[in-house]
T-cell receptor, first 110, second 114 residues
Framework: DAKTTQPPSMDCAEGRAANLPCNHSTISGNEYVYWYRQIHSQGPQYIIHGLKNNETNEMASLIITEDRKSSTLILPHATLRDTAVYYCIVRGYNTDKLIFGTGTRLQVFP | DAGVIQSPRHEVTEMGQEVTLRCKPISGHDYLFWYRQTMMRGLELLIYFNNNVPIDDSGMPEDRFSAKMPNASFSTLKIQPSEPRDSAVYFC????????????FGQGTRLTVV
């Protein structure tokens, strides 16, 4: 699976949009982009995933560039409870394993 | 469904003792994964099962670690003998199938070996 690069940390004001970038320049055609987050002391939680089209669900939006070499997770109105480590993962369609990198630590402040 | 259930939530044991961590996956899920998380190494995949069969154990650190899945509703991760460097949070996760679906994680077992 392709490697991902994320900034180690980011800050966001409560109520503002949090935009978390991820670089995956070596992604191949059948690999999906997944996002998980881990709130302190809890197990990781699935957020969203996509192949090439932008995706939106009740938690977030995922914007994937046309060349698919990078993506952005958007939390439209960040709350204090969104403070967590966010992991961007590239995973092949037929790949069973989910391999986590170091993620981005998002701090939402009042 | 109550989600993935792990027990115990916390375990403190002395070096050299055997430790057994338990996991009950979500009913109907085909895949079960064991992860270990430390500050130094982050989240590491140790082993995963498909339909109760171990598929990839390349992440198991050494022979002191073993994992079993005797049936679809139960898995164990055993460390024998335990060492202080095994101190970590161990997570179990399950999913319907390996690709293109989300994995659901348990709350983890915090293991401290003294």
């Amino acid at each position: 699976d392709a490697k991902t690069t994320q900034p180690p940390s980011m800050d966001c004001a409560e109520g503002r949009a949090a935009n978390l970038p991820c670089n995956h320049s070596t992604i191949s055609g059948n690999e999906y982009v997944y996002w998980y987050r881990q709130i302190h002391s809890q197990g990781p939680q699935y957020i969203i995933h996509g192949l090439k089209n932008n995706e939106t669900n009740e938690m977030a939006s995922l914007i994937i560039t046309e060349d698919r070499k990078s993506s952005t997770l958007i939390l439209p109105h960040a709350t204090l409870r969104d403070t967590a480590v966010y992991y961007c993962i590239v995973r092949g369609y037929n790949t069973d394993k989910l391999i986590f990198g170091t993620g981005t630590r998002l701090q939402v402040f009042p | 469904d109550a989600g993935v259930i792990q027990s115990p939530r916390h375990e403190v044991t002395e070096m050299g003792q055997e430790v057994t961590l338990r996991c009950k996956p979500i009913s109907g899920h085909d895949y079960l994964f064991w992860y270990r998380q430390t500050m130094m190494r982050g989240l590491e995949l140790l082993i995963y099962f498909n339909n109760n069969v171990p598929i990839d154990d390349s992440g198991m650190p050494e022979d002191r670690f073993s994992a079993k899945m005797p049936n679809a509703s139960f898995s164990t991760l055993k460390i024998q003998p335990s060492e202080p460097r095994d101190s970590a949070v161990y997570f179990c996760a399950s999913s319907l199938k390996g690709g293109n679906v989300e994995a659901f994680f348990g709350q983890g077992t915090r293991l401290t070996v003294v």
